[in-house]
């Protein structure tokens, strides 16, 4: 099996926390409420792709492309050389729109030419849709979400790296169930508020394919000038 190699090995731990690299062709699933951190890990994800060679396809809700430059900037992930050398295409989604969003996502596009796909914010985007999102909050939620599900099949077959940030909120538990147990790498972020920082950690219900052996519970930190920090390490 092949791996995404997640890089900076010099600069941080995040790469050997998880296992040497995301393998190609598997759905990664990020989830957790507003605050967890689940924008920078996925830009870690993105940044470290990239320098490693990989192509990447990301889709945000909420930053134009200038607000994530200078974000990303902030954080010393400097992308404007991916974006310039095209290894990095970066997609804003409108969902103040009226458009079937998920649909425009999943469809065939110059965002899945690449060899994975970050989707920052795809419970917003399920949420906002039109035909989905009214349906989130019936009984119908999981079949429905079964269906979006299958349309990543193709592009996973392919040995697309997917990675779906959600926060559980926006869409629900019974939506939430199919892709859980869609997903090859499962990851539940959590933040607490201890004095003046904030605690997060990522637990790792699911890793399924790892290149060496995976953390079970990253706790990490978001630092300005330096972006994720690995804090500590509890290796199953």
């Known amino acids: 099996m092949n791996h995404h190699s997640l890089g900076l090995e010099k600069r941080d731990r995040v790469n050997n926390a998880f296992g040497g690299g995301l393998p190609a062709g598997s759905l990664v699933l990020v989830e957790g409420e507003t605050g967890a951190g689940k924008s920078v890990l996925a830009s870690r994800v993105a940044y470290g792709l990239c320098e490693e060679g990989t192509t990447v396809g990301l889709v945000s809700t909420e930053q134009s492309v200038g607000e994530y430059v200078s974000q990303m900037h902030s954080l010393s992930y400097g992308v404007v050389d991916h974006l310039l050398d095209d290894r990095l295409r970066y997609f804003r989604a409108q969902v103040d729109s009226d458009q079937r ?52 099949e193709a592009a996973l077959a392919a040995n697309t790296l997917v990675v779906l940030t959600v926060d559980p909120t926006t869409v629900g538990d019974r939506a939430l169930g199919p892709l859980r147990s869609a997903a090859d790498v499962f990851l539940d972020l959590q933040s607490e508020v ?34 994720l920090v690995i804090e500590s390490r509890t290796v199953a």
Do not use: H, Y
């Open 101 to 152: 969003l998920v649909d425009r996502f999943l469809r065939p596009s110059p965002l899945w030419d690449r060899r994975a796909v970050v989707a920052d914010g795809f419970g917003a985007l399920c949420r906002n849709d039109p035909e989905l999102g009214p349906v989130l909050g019936t009984e119908d939620a999981d079949l429905a979400m079964e269906r979006v599900t299958a349309r990543l």
């Open 194 to 227: 201890v004095g003046q920082s904030v605690q997060r950690t990522a637990i790792v219900r699911r890793f399924a394919g790892m290149k060496d052996p995976v953390d079970d519970t990253i706790s990490f930190s978001v630092q300005q000038g330096r972006g």
